[in-house]
């Protein structure tokens, strides 16, 4: 195959993939208070505490818990979705 075919290819594939990036979504899920009670995100074993129906924290979206009322397993480390605010 021909180099120069091959540098044109490749820049367009750079630019395809570019522009799918760019066009992604804004980051929309809440991001934790900026307070001392979520100061440290790697605490998520203490998140549910507060934040499960009757708890002092604002509830936790439905599809959090599975049917049986357990925090699904994708969804324990809470920090990967809700980042901290800067
Ligand atoms: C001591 C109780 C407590 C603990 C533990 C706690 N939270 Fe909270 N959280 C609250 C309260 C109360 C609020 C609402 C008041 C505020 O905005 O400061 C809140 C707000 C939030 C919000 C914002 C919700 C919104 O509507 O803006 C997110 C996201 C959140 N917490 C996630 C977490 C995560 C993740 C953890 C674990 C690292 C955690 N919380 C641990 C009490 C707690
Ligand atoms: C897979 C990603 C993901 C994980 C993991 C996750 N969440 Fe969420 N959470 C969301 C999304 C998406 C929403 C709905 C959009 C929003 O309001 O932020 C939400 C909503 C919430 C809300 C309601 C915010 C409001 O004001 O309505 C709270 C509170 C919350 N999550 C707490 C937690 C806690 C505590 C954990 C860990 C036990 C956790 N989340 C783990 C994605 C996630």
Redesign the pocket.
Known sequence: MNKKLMNIGFVVLCAVILIVLLKAPPE???KTPRDKTHENPRE?QN??TC?QSGAE?????AD?IDSAGN?KS?????Y???KEQR
């Not at 994708?74 to 809470?78: A, E, F, L, N």
């Open positions: 929309t899920t809440k998520y998140c549910p934040h924290g604002p509830k936790m979206k959090h925090l994708d969804h324990v480390k809470c990967m979705c809700h």
